[in-house]
């Protein structure tokens, strides 16, 4: 079976998918939102933790002893402004997001790792090179097929319109789907989903673990 659900903006941490829920038992996912010189504290556990900023920009401290990272992340005033600038967290590392003068949105993903790998903070369109970390970040990718564990957020420049997929689920049940500005898809295991057509100018993030990665 496979879930849409729709994401409302609001100031803090959105968890919106964890594992066990929907049949995942890989990705969580979740939507940070936080207004000028705000700041947000965390630590990763026994996950790598990838932060995606969807728009604005903040001072993103890494780490501590001597797995450190420091640096900026976020370039774009929203999705429809560049590429992403991507960071990757390794396990047991603590992370400070620390806001200047405009809001910033960071998309925020985890998976159980175990792997030891240095902290990046990769500029604009940059691609990780470090095959110990399993998350893979796609945007705009819309000639590949969705496949299971996947999230998917889509967006629309005007805030409206949507876009139409054909989604096969575990059963092997065949059905279309219209998400629209905010609406989030999750694809468990064994299920798989493809683009078929969408209206105006549309932005589609997708996270994947890298056993399904093509």
Same mark, same amino acid.
């Given at each position: 079976?496979? $879930?849409?659900? %729709?994401? *409302?903006?609001?100031? =803090?941490?959105?968890?919106?998918?964890?594992? &066990?829920?929907? @049949?995942?038992?890989?990705?969580?996912?979740?939507?940070?939102?936080?207004?000028?010189?705000?700041?947000?504290?965390?630590?990763?556990?026994?996950?790598?933790?990838?932060?995606?900023? $969807?728009?604005? %920009?903040? *001072?993103?401290?890494? =780490?501590?002893?001597?797995?450190?990272?420091? &640096?900026?992340? @976020?370039?774009?005033?929203?999705?429809?402004?560049?590429?992403?600038?991507?960071?990757?967290?390794?396990?047991?590392?603590?992370?400070?997001?620390?806001?200047?003068?405009?809001?910033?949105?960071?998309?925020?993903?985890?998976?159980?790792?175990?792997?030891?790998?240095?902290?990046?903070?990769?500029?604009? @369109?940059?691609?990780?090179?470090?095959?110990?970390?399993?998350?893979?970040?796609?945007?705009?990718?819309?000639?590949?097929?969705?496949?299971?564990?996947?999230?998917?957020?889509?967006?629309?420049?005007?805030?409206?319109?949507?876009?139409?997929?054909?989604?096969?689920?575990?059963?092997?049940?065949?059905?279309?789907?219209?998400?629209?500005?905010?609406?989030?898809?999750?694809?468990?295991?064994?299920?798989?989903?493809?683009?078929?057509?969408?209206?105006?100018?549309?932005?589609?993030?997708?996270?994947?673990?890298?056993?399904?990665?093509?």
């Amino acid at each position: 079976m496979y $879930l849409t659900k %729709q994401y *409302t903006s609001t100031e =803090g941490l959105s968890n919106l998918i964890n594992p &066990g829920e929907f @049949g995942f038992s890989k990705l969580h996912f979740g939507i940070l939102n936080l207004s000028p010189h705000a700041t947000f504290f965390d630590h990763s556990d026994d996950c790598e933790v990838v932060l995606i900023a $969807l728009g604005g %920009q903040c *001072t993103l401290l890494v =780490g501590h002893n001597g797995n450190k990272a420091n &640096g900026i992340l @976020g370039k774009r005033a929203d999705v429809f402004d560049g590429d992403a600038c991507i960071a990757y967290i390794p396990h047991h590392t603590t992370f400070e997001i620390i806001t200047n003068t405009d809001r910033i949105e960071i998309a925020i993903c985890r998976t159980q790792s175990h792997s030891d790998s240095a902290a990046i903070i990769l500029d604009a @369109g940059e691609k990780v090179t470090d095959a110990k970390y399993q998350l893979r970040i796609r945007e705009n990718d819309f000639s590949s097929e969705i496949a299971g564990e996947a999230i998917c957020l889509y967006r629309f420049k005007d805030g409206t319109n949507s876009v139409t997929l054909q989604v096969v689920d575990s059963d092997k049940n065949v059905k279309r789907t219209d998400l629209h500005h905010n609406d989030i898809l999750v694809i468990p295991e064994n299920a798989r989903a493809r683009l078929i057509s969408y209206e105006n100018v549309c932005y589609q993030f997708m996270i994947t673990h890298a056993i399904h990665y093509n």
